[in-house]
Each structure stands twice: as C-alpha cells, then as structure tokens.
C-alpha cells in the first residue's frame, strides 16, 4: 500500500475509533451533562447474562458485533496479523467497558468484550476472504479505502444531523 492511501487509512481508521468510542462510552449524546457521570456503575461477569431476562437480546447482541466488524477490517488493512488484530480488538473492548464502569457512565458487560471481539475477528475474516477472491491486494486495498472512505463521510454526516437536531 503507497504511503498517501495507508494515511488516509490511518485517518478514517482514528475517526472510525472516535465515532465508536462516542457511541459506546457516551452514548451518542451531544452535551457532557447528558452524559450521566457517576450515575450507572455495574459489572456483568457472565457472558450473555441480562438483568431483564425477557429475552436473549439479539438486537444488541448484533449491534456489539456489527460495531467492531471496521476495526478488524482496518488493522487487516495495515497488515497486523490476524491474531495481533483480534487481540487489539479485545483491548479495546476491555478498554471501553472499564472506562464505562470507572465513569459511571454504563454497565460494563463481559459479553460485550466477547461480541465486540468476536465482530473485529469477522472483519479480519472478512478481509483475509477478500484477499483470497481478489488476487491483486494492492488494488483491493485502495478500493477498500474508498468504500470506508465513502462510508465515513455518510456517518460524519449522520452524525452531524444527529447534533444538528439535538442542540
């Protein structure tokens, strides 16, 4: 990968990893008091155990994974290794549920470190499959980074709305 695509990759990869960390530790909301500092503090240590067992929770089963599925996509992008990728997906996640859990700010859930992990390794799946399809990595990934890049702009936009409409 040229050096000029391998930036832009590292800049939608720190956008991506903004947005997400906004949605999961803030949940999306625009003003800091809206946050909820020190108001929800739990700890969740058995996996896919639910206060309200109403239900399985698919929907935010899906959500955790289909949220992390761009960051295995990306550290495959940047050729870090099937296994370093998932490992830093899982840190990330880890990360993510004890800042949660220190501010206050969300129930920090094992299962969501395993859905979390479990959606970067079927990223790096899904990159490692397209590698084999399309024999020529180089231009798969620059066509990759348009579509992520392509992607980016609609979230930004998205999200811009979202602000937009709450301010």
């Not at 940047?78 to 990360?95: D, E, M, R």
Request: charged share 15%; aromatic share 8%.
């Amino acid at each position: 990968m040229d050096k000029k695509t391998k930036t832009f990759l590292v800049i939608l990869l720190a956008v991506y990893s903004a947005a997400l960390t906004w949605i999961i530790l803030f949940k999306m909301a625009v003003r800091l008091e809206d946050v909820g500092f020190g108001t929800v503090r739990a700890w969740n240590m058995i996996p896919f155990r639910y206060s309200e067992e109403t239900s399985f929770h698919l929907t935010e089963v899906l959500e955790n994974v289909i949220a992390f599925v761009p960051l295995g996509v990306y550290l495959g992008m940047l050729k870090t290794g099937a296994w370093k990728a998932i490992l830093i997906g899982a840190a990330a996640s880890v990360t993510l549920e004890v800042l949660q859990f220190a501010l206050g700010i969300g129930a920090a859930d094992i299962t969501d470190v395993i859905t979390n992990t479990a959606g970067t390794a079927i990223g790096v799946g899904i990159y490692l499959l397209l590698t084999h399809i399309f024999k020529n990595r180089e231009k798969l990934d620059k066509t990759l980074v348009i579509v992520c890049g392509a992607a980016t702009v609609v979230m930004i936009i998205l999200i811009a709305l979202l602000i937009g409409g709450n301010l």
